[in-house]
């Protein structure tokens, strides 16, 4: 298993060069100098020498080597708008992207999981019924038209809930921060939810099909033993699918943060995209993409450790 471990993580090394270069050249492709659309009419003199100070006044594939080279020791340059190191301000933008991305993907793992399990293994019966007509409208529904939704029913309409910002509390794990979270997580989890139910559903009705099931049934095993030995064998595809989900809400979850003026990644993206930080813009997508990149290769682990056949195939 070790050897499998290893030998996945080593595959993303050029994975993630790939991204890098793509992620450079996509943003390089927009038209003009970005220096110029930043601090508008100035003397050609200092806009050269700004240029300079920047990189930009070097050929793409020097400006390439040397932006990669600086990210690798965590040095992504500093904002255009701000002046602010990149590496810090996407430090904290990422922390509360993961916080809104792990406890929406919980939520949407416990409930979906759970759920499509019951349903699979009651096929047919009204909660199979509800669960796939609840999961369709799930996929369905645009996120960030949900959350345009829960901002005027909960906290225009009844004003339970803050609709904006995350809050001043300091630490995640107080009332304060958790209340700036239930709209934003219930917005993001909403899909993952809904795929997570209907591929555990689909999963435990395959499973159920099979010769061991009808085994353990001849043995004398309770319903709940038979259920938990079919989950066992569904779990691996479910994780494959939730890790998916989560990397989707990681680099997906833009539109749902611009909403709730959440400060994470999303909504730095769209804020650069807007001032055209390319510093910043060039951090963001590359840490999006790497979420993905990593995000798939813990989800092969967590397979591997689920379902120990994987590791020799």
């Known amino acids: 298993m070790l050897y499998y471990i290893l030998r996945r993580i080593l595959y993303t090394i050029p994975i993630a060069l790939g991204v890098s270069l793509v992620v450079f050249a996509l943003v390089h492709l927009a038209p003009g100098d970005p220096l110029s659309a930043v601090v508008g009419e100035i003397d050609e003199n200092m806009l050269a020498e700004m240029r300079a100070a920047f990189g930009y006044d070097?050929?793409?594939?020097?400006q390439y080597l040397y932006w990669l080279a600086s990210a690798l020791t965590g040095d992504m340059g500093y904002s255009l708008r701000t002046g602010a190191p990149v590496f810090r301000i996407l430090i904290?933008?990422?922390?509360?992207?993961?916080?809104?991305?792990?406890?929406?993907?919980?939520?949407?793992?416990?409930?979906?999981?759970?759920?499509?399990?019951?349903?699979?293994?009651?096929?047919?019966?009204?909660l199979d019924k509800?669960?796939?007509?609840?999961?369709?409208?799930?996929?369905?529904?645009?996120?960030?038209?949900?959350?345009?939704?829960?901002?005027?029913?909960?906290?225009?309409?009844?004003?339970?809930?803050?609709?904006?910002g995350a809050g001043t509390a300091?630490?995640?794990?107080?009332?304060?921060?958790?209340?700036?979270?239930?709209?934003?997580?219930?917005?993001?989890?909403?899909?993952?939810?809904a795929v997570v139910a209907r591929t555990a559903r689909a999963c435990v009705m395959e499973i159920l099909n099979m010769e061991f099931v009808e085994a353990l049934r001849a043995r004398g095993l309770s319903e709940g033993r038979i259920l938990l030995h079919v989950s066992r064998n569904a779990l691996p595809?479910?994780?494959?699918?939730?890790?998916?989900?989560?990397?989707?809400?990681?680099?997906?979850s833009i539109l749902v943060e611009t909403v709730f003026s959440w400060p994470g990644t999303g909504y730095l993206l769209n804020l650069a995209i807007f001032d055209r930080d390319i510093p910043v813009l060039q951090g963001t997508i590359l840490l999006l993409s790497l979420f993905f990149v990593l995000t798939n290769v813990a989800v092969d682990i967590l397979q591997t450790w689920a379902d120990p056949r994987i590791s020799r195939s």
């Open 130 to 164: 509800v669960v796939s007509a609840t999961g369709i409208v799930g996929v369905s529904i645009p996120h960030y038209w949900l959350a345009i939704l829960l901002v005027i029913v909960f906290a225009v309409e009844l004003g339970w809930l803050p609709a904006m």
């Open 237 to 252: 595809t479910v994780l494959a699918v939730m890790g998916l989900q989560f990397a989707h809400l990681l680099g997906g």
């Open 92 to 126: 904290d933008a990422a922390a509360n992207t993961i916080a809104l991305g792990v406890a929406a993907s919980l939520a949407g793992f416990a409930i979906g999981a759970c759920f499509g399990m019951l349903a699979g293994y009651h096929h047919g019966t009204w």
């Open 170 to 193: 300091t630490s995640i794990w107080t009332w304060e921060a958790w209340r700036h979270m239930i709209l934003p997580v219930i917005a993001l989890a909403a899909i993952p939810t």
């Open 58 to 62: 070097k050929p793409l594939p020097l």
